[in-house]
């Protein structure tokens, strides 16, 4: 079994910042990637962001040039630094591990491919 744990989400003014952080523990070498979702009311669960391990980054459109998806393998921990939020930043964000296979995260159904979710952090962006 794997373990995720995020945090750092909080209730920030449009133009602000967070860091989230997602910690990985348990079979760690049973999988391929981990990816951040995230979902706001009423819509379906989106990927927003993944470091591969040669370094390469992959963003969705609306977040490219705001976010910055990072790792520090040695504490097992993925990050994503969220600048210039916007109130369609508000959402609880994910972060999901997949065993195996592409690690999509822009397909529409990029969700249903992965085996570990996290409980999630919440992030409000609100004047």
């Known amino acids: 079994q794997v373990q995720l744990v995020e945090s750092g989400g909080d209730s920030v003014k449009p133009g602000g910042s967070l860091r989230l952080a997602c910690e990985v523990s348990g079979a760690i070498d049973t999988i391929n990637c981990v990816s951040w979702f995230r979902q706001s009311a009423g819509k379906e669960r989106e990927g927003v962001a993944r470091v591969d391990d040669d370094g390469t980054q992959t963003y969705r459109s609306s977040v490219k040039g705001r976010f910055t998806v990072s790792k520090d393998a040695a504490r097992n921990t993925l990050y994503l630094q969220m600048d210039n939020l916007r109130p369609e930043d508000t959402a609880m964000y994910y972060c999901?591990?997949?065993?195996?296979?592409?690690?999509?995260?822009?397909?529409?159904?990029?969700?249903?491919?992965?085996?570990?979710w996290g409980q999630g952090t919440q992030v409000t962006v609100s004047s």
């Open positions: 999901a591990a997949r065993k195996s296979g592409t690690c999509y995260i822009l397909r529409p159904d990029a969700k249903n491919y992965y085996n570990y």
